[in-house]
């Protein structure tokens, strides 16, 4: 894993296509903006282990 400290308004890419902004912090919470092709998709972990689980009972 990489770990990367960055301020409000500054960026990460990934690729040549991926960015990720800092664009709010308050106290312990992060706002991150992400910036990505339609065909990427981006879900929260527990959104995405949720999806994982309904297809995994559909099978």
């Known amino acids: 894993m990489l770990v990367l400290s960055r301020k409000k308004d500054e960026v990460i890419r990934i690729g040549d296509n991926i960015t990720l902004m800092v ?3 308050r106290g312990d919470k992060v706002r991150l903006g992400i910036s990505a092709p339609k ?3 981006i879900h929260r972990e527990e959104v995405y282990q949720a999806i994982q689980d309904q297809e995994g009972e559909a099978t």
């Open 39 to 41: 065909d990427v998709t």
């Open 23 to 25: 664009v709010d912090i």
